[in-house]
C-alpha cells in the first residue's frame, strides 16, 4: 500500500513567509505598531474617480480576465469615464467595449509575440509607449489600476 509522504510545514506563520519565530513576532510587533499610530478613526471614503485608467498590457487571456472588472467598476462608479491600456493584439477586444470608453496602446517587447526580429520589437515598445504616455497624459486620469498579473509589472513611464 503506497503512503503519502508526510507534507511539509507551512513556512507562513500567520500573514508572512517568515518560518523564524523571532523574525516573525518582529513583524508582527511593527504591524500593531504601525497601526496604532497610522491609524485613522474616521477614515472617509475616497472620492469617485472621474477618469479610470485600467492597464494590462500582457496577452489577450489576461485582458479577457481583465474585462470583468468593467461591470463591477461601472456599478459602483456609474459616471467615471474607463480607459484602458492593452497591447496592439488585445485592442480588437477592448475597442469596441461599451464599457471602455478610451484604448491606449502599448505594446511591451516582452509581451509581443510577433515574429518580428529583437530590435524591431523594441523600437515599437518605444514608439506605442511614447504614444501612450501622451494620450494618457492628454486624458488626465486621476486614477490608475494595474492589472497585470505578474510582479513586477512592466514599465510604461515614469
Known amino acids: 500500500m503506497l503512503t503519502q509522504p508526510p507534507s511539509p510545514a507551512s513556512p507562513v506563520l500567520g500573514p508572512y513567509l517568515i518560518r523564524?519565530?523571532?523574525?516573525n513576532a518582529l513583524f508582527r510587533a511593527?504591524?500593531?505598531s504601525l497601526r496604532a499610530l497610522c491609524a485613522d478613526?474616521?477614515?472617509?471614503?475616497?472620492?469617485?474617480?472621474?477618469r479610470?485608467?485600467?492597464?494590462?498590457?500582457?496577452?489577450?487571456g489576461d485582458v479577457l480576465a481583465s474585462t470583468a472588472v468593467l461591470p463591477v467598476l461601472k456599478s459602483a462608479f456609474?459616471?467615471?469615464?474607463?480607459?484602458?491600456?492593452?497591447g496592439s493584439w488585445s485592442v480588437p477586444l477592448v475597442a469596441n467595449h461599451p464599457l471602455?470608453?478610451?484604448v491606449h496602446l502599448?505594446?511591451?517587447?516582452?509581451?509581443?509575440?510577433g515574429?518580428?526580429?529583437?530590435p524591431v520589437k523594441l523600437r515599437r515598445h518605444w514608439l506605442t509607449r511614447a504614444t501612450a504616455l501622451a494620450e494618457i497624459r492628454a486624458v488626465g486620469y486621476d486614477t490608475a489600476v494595474d492589472l497585470y498579473c505578474h510582479s513586477p509589472p512592466p514599465k510604461v513611464g515614469a
Do not use: C, I, K
Open 115 to 118: 515574429s518580428d526580429a529583437f
Open 41 to 50: 478613526p474616521d477614515p472617509e471614503a475616497p472620492p469617485e474617480p472621474r
Open 78 to 86: 456609474p459616471n467615471t469615464s474607463v480607459g484602458m491600456l492593452v
Open 106 to 113: 502599448f505594446d511591451h517587447w516582452y509581451a509581443n509575440r
Open 20 to 23: 523564524n519565530p523571532r523574525w
Open 30 to 32: 511593527m504591524d500593531r
Open 100 to 102: 471602455v470608453d478610451q
Open 52 to 60: 479610470l485608467l485600467l492597464a494590462n498590457p500582457a496577452h489577450l
